[in-house]
């Protein structure tokens, strides 16, 4: 079983600066990982996945993610926050290899920009 | 740029009636699921659905759920006596084979209240 937990429910940041959003998951086997986005009354949209290779990954709208099996942590970040990055952020993991691909989802962090 | 549909976006039913609610996955994709995120809880695996028949379930997915895919594209998520706790919001994912289906596109979701 997989559980992921993400450390803040929210985070206040004003517009053009860095933010990270954390999280950590734990599992008995090998996991891919994975970062959603949900803007208001919208579905949740993929900006990163980490399947193997390199620990650093790029995403979309300048935000990238990097792995870190020792510490079984998965933070997003981006250098400089735009109002439009406001929206709730989803770290997820699903068991490898994979028979259905199921996510396992945190609470989510409600990231808000500050103009 | 193809994408998952749900309807309705929204549903009310009293307590006890039976629901149905609709997605079209993405035309070439091979995986189906259903999720679902009570107010303010985390996103939850309900489902995973591959060649016709039901690949992994949750705890939640009990008895009185059911999924069915009808015709070629369509992909039903049945509730036989709805409760009340059975209020959410409600999101269809499909996702393609080998490692396309690491990546779930979801849904716009369909927010049930039972009343």
């Known amino acids: 079983a997989q559980s992921v937990t993400q450390l803040d429910s929210q985070v206040p940041v004003f517009e053009e600066a860095p933010v990270e959003l954390r999280c950590n998951y734990s599992s008995s086997v090998s996991v891919y990982l994975f970062w959603y986005v949900q803007y208001p009354n919208q579905g949740l949209q993929l900006l990163l996945k980490?399947?193997?290779?390199?620990?650093l990954v790029k995403g979309i709208n300048g935000f990238e993610a990097e792995f870190n099996k020792s510490q079984t942590s998965f933070h997003l970040r981006k250098p400089s926050v735009h109002i439009s990055d406001t929206a709730e952020y989803f770290c997820a993991v699903s068991p490898r290899p994979a028979g259905s691909y199921q996510l396992t989802f945190g609470k989510g962090t409600k990231l808000s920009v500050i103009p | 740029e193809p994408e998952v549909t749900q309807t309705p976006s929204h549903q009310v039913t009293q307590m006890g009636q039976e629901v149905i609610l609709r997605c079209v996955p993405i035309s070439n994709h091979l995986y189906f699921y259903w999720y679902r995120q009570i107010l303010g809880q985390k996103v939850e695996f309900l489902v995973s659905?591959?060649?016709?028949?039901?690949?992994?379930k949750s705890e939640i997915f009990d008895d009185q759920f059911s999924v069915e895919r009808p015709d070629g594209s369509n992909f039903t998520l049945k509730i036989r006596s709805t409760k009340l706790e059975d209020s959410a919001m409600y999101f269809c994912?499909?996702?393609?084979?080998?490692?396309?289906?690491?990546?779930?596109?979801f849904g716009q979701g369909t927010r049930l209240t039972v009343v």
């Open positions: 994912a499909s996702s393609g084979g080998g490692t396309r289906g690491t990546e779930a596109f």
């Open positions: 659905f591959y060649n016709n028949e039901i690949s992994e």
């Open positions: 980490y399947l193997s290779g390199s620990t």
